[in-house]
């Protein structure tokens, strides 16, 4: 944080208990585990004072978790060995493992009651179930070890028994229950954030998350929370963690996880300075983010309609969305397709094919106008700062200025030009189940377009005291033509606003103090609404510009490019007959015509 970089939770993988034996031959127990692999005592040497710990973190608003294997029960050697055995009808004295026995409701209420709650009483939050632990029921009773059940209930994964238990527990105060969790089959997606394992650091392994995340909605399974950037084993590459931290902004969590070793690093500041800034900057984008990401995953509550949802859910009777395996919408009002290949060594770029369902589709980052007549896909290319998400026409996106997980005084709308749109922001106060009885505000949206188009702000509607008194807007008009002008009314008066025009992201920048419980009005005026991307030529100068390649070719294609009376597919012709060299000259033909056809 002092680098600006933003945090919201600790998460502590299973050093935090003692594990003797899995850094050497692993001994196994009774059992087959691994001695260590299940542990509710804390390893002094790395956490001698756990209280302090946590309370450093709380005040820094952090929450925390602590990793879970609980299959060997609990053993002699634990701190709580003593009163859990004695719980469990046990003799201390026999040093007898307490086994987990999750058909008892009694053996289950000690279990949370003397193994898990006085950690939550000193700070921990919530819980990592990591199991891996099989589901059998032979660490009950050995004559389970094949698969023979002796209790009809152990039809039941154990992984999913302890997912529903821990959530009914966590419940258990009025708390808002929040688990993470590995994946324990069907139905399990009411309960936990899903841990989707130990990925490799391979382009191979990013490749396959946004098509996992997307389709895993299919079985209504939403919140899957991957090892942002790999967890193990693979290579460094530094394009690769850019591309996947890009990914992690747009992932339902956003969460890094990397192995016990020097060599696999997250942290931004172990990376080279360009690398460091551009993990920084979509780090702090995902925060940014937060507004709408909430309200999305409060639509998923209340429609089961998840944040990440493949193509084909919004284009059921289209072909083509079927075909983009790995592209998504994110939310309602946001289009992502993830470049998930090293860039090409001559334009510096990474590439991805993109689907354009029809209408228009506007560069969230940058602004830039694509037009589809009928639906098409084409090729997409972007620098390493950059990343193909698409905003619709008439899209409307909340953010925040600040990192801080509430409502706060400070709302930046992205507003995109082009359609009739509505969107209502959700707000509550973050935890408990208060919500649920009207503890929370909504705050519509709308873009009448037409030939005067209007943006509204509804007065917010709800239990205010969630809310700041007056709010700062700033109103990010996206993809509108910088010849716009814009007249601001608050409750019923025309009222001076701050408005400059921002040529990177093609913005119209409007800035408005009200109070929340005002009516705002952008009115547009003017001869045309939505740019027009800027002169084609020059953009195609500035990447050739860039380009790593023979000078003398570069001068050739701009020729070719200028030619008055040349059709355009003769000039297609042409450059692939002076850059039939490698795949390399070929993606940046494809770069080029990106450019070219940006508008139908």
């Given at each position: 944080?002092?680098?600006?970089?933003?945090?919201?939770?600790?998460?502590?993988?299973?050093?935090?208990?003692?594990?003797?034996?899995?850094?050497?031959?692993?001994?196994?127990?009774?059992?087959?585990?691994?001695?260590?692999?299940?542990?509710?005592?804390?390893?002094?040497?790395?956490?001698?004072?756990?209280?302090?710990?946590?309370?450093?973190?709380?005040?820094?608003?952090?929450?925390?978790?602590?990793?879970?294997?609980?299959?060997?029960?609990?053993?002699?050697?634990?701190?709580?060995?003593?009163?859990?055995?004695?719980?469990?009808?046990?003799?201390?004295?026999?040093?007898?493992?307490?086994?987990?026995?999750?058909?008892?409701?009694?053996?289950?209420?000690?279990?949370?009651?003397?193994?898990?709650?006085?950690?939550?009483?000193?700070?921990?939050?919530?819980?990592?179930?990591?199991?891996?632990?099989?589901?059998?029921?032979?660490?009950?009773?050995?004559?389970?070890?094949?698969?023979?059940?002796?209790?009809?209930?152990?039809?039941?994964?154990?992984?999913?028994?302890?997912?529903?238990?821990?959530?009914?527990?966590?419940?258990?105060?009025?708390?808002?229950?929040?688990?993470?969790?590995?994946?324990?089959?069907?139905?399990?997606?009411?309960?936990?954030?899903?841990?989707?394992?130990?990925?490799?650091?391979?382009?191979?392994?990013?490749?396959?998350?946004?098509?996992?995340?997307?389709?895993?909605?299919?079985?209504?399974?939403s919140w899957w929370s991957h090892d942002i950037g790999?967890?193990?084993?693979?290579?460094?590459?530094?394009?690769?963690?850019?591309?996947?931290?890009?990914?992690?902004?747009?992932?339902?969590?956003?969460?890094?996880?990397?192995?016990?070793?020097?060599?696999?690093?997250?942290?931004?500041?172990?990376?080279?300075?360009?690398?460091?800034?551009?993990?920084?900057?979509?780090?702090?984008?995902?925060?940014?983010?937060?507004?709408?990401?909430?309200?999305?995953?409060?639509?998923?509550h209340v429609d089961l309609e998840p944040l990440v949802?493949?193509?084909?859910?919004?284009?059921?009777?289209?072909?083509?969305?079927?075909?983009?395996?790995?592209?998504?919408?994110?939310?309602?009002?946001?289009?992502?397709?993830?470049?998930?290949?090293?860039?090409?060594?001559?334009?510096?770029?990474?590439?991805?094919?993109?689907?354009?369902?029809?209408?228009?589709?506007?560069?969230?980052?940058?602004?830039?106008?694509?037009?589809?007549?009928?639906?098409?896909?084409?090729?997409?290319?972007?620098?390493?700062?950059?990343?193909?998400?698409?905003?619709?026409?008439?899209?409307?996106?909340?953010?925040?200025?600040?990192?801080?997980?509430?409502?706060?005084?400070?709302?930046?709308?992205?507003?995109?030009?082009?359609?009739?749109?509505?969107?209502?922001?959700?707000?509550?106060?973050?935890?408990?189940?208060?919500?649920?009885?009207?503890?929370?505000?909504?705050?519509?949206?709308?873009?009448?377009?037409?030939?005067?188009?209007?943006?509204?702000?509804?007065?917010?509607?709800?239990?205010?005291?969630?809310?700041?008194?007056?709010?700062?807007?700033?109103?990010?008009?996206?993809?509108?033509?910088?010849?716009?002008?814009?007249?601001?009314?608050?409750?019923?008066?025309?009222?001076?606003?701050?408005?400059?025009?921002?040529?990177?992201?093609?913005?119209?920048?409007?800035?408005?103090?009200?109070?929340?419980?005002?009516?705002?009005?952008?009115?547009?005026?003017?001869?045309?609404?939505?740019?027009?991307?800027?002169?084609?030529?020059?953009?195609?100068?500035?990447?050739?510009?860039?380009?790593?390649?023979?000078?003398?070719?570069?001068?050739?294609?701009?020729?070719?490019?200028?030619?008055?009376?040349?059709?355009?597919?003769?000039?297609?012709?042409?450059?692939?007959?002076?850059?039939?060299?490698?795949?390399?000259?070929?993606?940046?033909?494809?770069?080029?015509?990106?450019?070219?056809?940006?508008?139908?």
């Amino acid at each position: 944080r002092s680098i600006d970089i933003p945090v919201d939770v600790l998460i502590i993988d299973m050093d935090w208990h003692e594990t003797w034996g899995l850094d050497k031959d692993p001994e196994l127990d009774e059992y087959g585990q691994r001695i260590g692999w299940t542990g509710y005592t804390w390893q002094k040497e790395l956490f001698p004072a756990p209280e302090q710990m946590f309370k450093w973190a709380h005040d820094a608003g952090l929450k925390t978790a602590l990793n879970l294997h609980p299959a060997a029960g609990t053993c002699c050697h634990e701190d709580m060995y003593e009163e859990m055995a004695r719980a469990n009808g046990i003799d201390p004295a026999t040093k007898q493992r307490v086994p987990l026995n999750l058909l008892s409701q009694h053996h289950m209420e000690t279990y949370f009651d003397i193994l898990h709650h006085p950690y939550e009483r000193d700070g921990v939050d919530f819980w990592w179930m990591d199991w891996q632990q099989g589901q059998a029921y032979w660490w009950i009773h050995e004559e389970n070890r094949d698969g023979n059940m002796q209790d009809e209930r152990e039809i039941l994964d154990p992984l999913w028994m302890l997912n529903h238990l821990h959530i009914a527990d966590i419940k258990r105060n009025g708390k808002r229950p929040m688990f993470f969790s590995r994946y324990s089959g069907p139905g399990s997606q009411r309960y936990p954030v899903g841990f989707s394992g130990d990925t490799y650091v391979t382009w191979a392994s990013l490749d396959f998350q946004p098509y996992f995340t997307a389709t895993s909605s299919n079985v209504g399974y939403s919140w899957w929370s991957h090892d942002i950037g790999g967890h193990m084993l693979g290579y460094r590459d530094d394009d690769l963690i850019t591309r996947w931290m890009q990914l992690g902004a747009f992932s339902p969590i956003n969460r890094l996880h990397s192995c016990n070793t020097d060599f696999i690093r997250k942290e931004p500041w172990c990376f080279e300075e360009k690398t460091e800034n551009i993990m920084k900057n979509w780090l702090r984008l995902r925060h940014r983010l937060f507004p709408y990401i909430y309200t999305m995953n409060y639509r998923n509550h209340v429609d089961l309609e998840p944040l990440v949802q493949p193509m084909y859910y919004a284009y059921p009777k289209k072909s083509a969305a079927y075909e983009v395996k790995n592209q998504f919408m994110f939310g309602s009002e946001l289009m992502v397709a993830p470049i998930t290949q090293p860039h090409n060594n001559i334009t510096q770029m990474g590439s991805t094919n993109v689907w354009l369902p029809e209408g228009d589709w506007f560069d969230f980052l940058k602004g830039t106008h694509y037009t589809s007549k009928a639906g098409r896909t084409m090729s997409v290319h972007r620098d390493i700062k950059e990343y193909p998400v698409f905003a619709k026409a008439g899209a409307i996106v909340p953010m925040q200025k600040g990192y801080a997980l509430e409502a706060g005084n400070d709302l930046e709308v992205m507003v995109f030009p082009g359609k009739d749109n509505d969107f209502t922001l959700y707000e509550d106060g973050g935890d408990g189940s208060e919500f649920e009885n009207g503890e929370f505000v909504k705050t519509e949206m709308t873009l009448e377009w037409g030939e005067s188009p209007v943006f509204t702000v509804k007065p917010a509607k709800g239990d205010l005291n969630l809310l700041p008194k007056e709010r700062n807007y700033q109103f990010n008009l996206r993809g509108f033509h910088k010849t716009v002008s814009v007249k601001v009314v608050v409750n019923g008066k025309e009222t001076v606003a701050e408005t400059v025009y921002e040529e990177a992201t093609r913005s119209i920048i409007v800035k408005v103090t009200a109070e929340v419980t005002s009516e705002i009005k952008l009115m547009f005026t003017g001869d045309l609404f939505i740019t027009d991307n800027g002169d084609a030529m020059k953009r195609c100068s500035e990447l050739m510009q860039k380009s790593y390649f023979d000078m003398g070719a570069k001068e050739n294609v701009m020729a070719i490019l200028h030619e008055q009376d040349t059709p355009f597919k003769s000039k297609l012709r042409k450059l692939n007959f002076r850059l039939a060299n490698s795949i390399e000259h070929q993606g940046l033909i494809e770069a080029l015509l990106e450019e070219l056809t940006l508008v139908e």
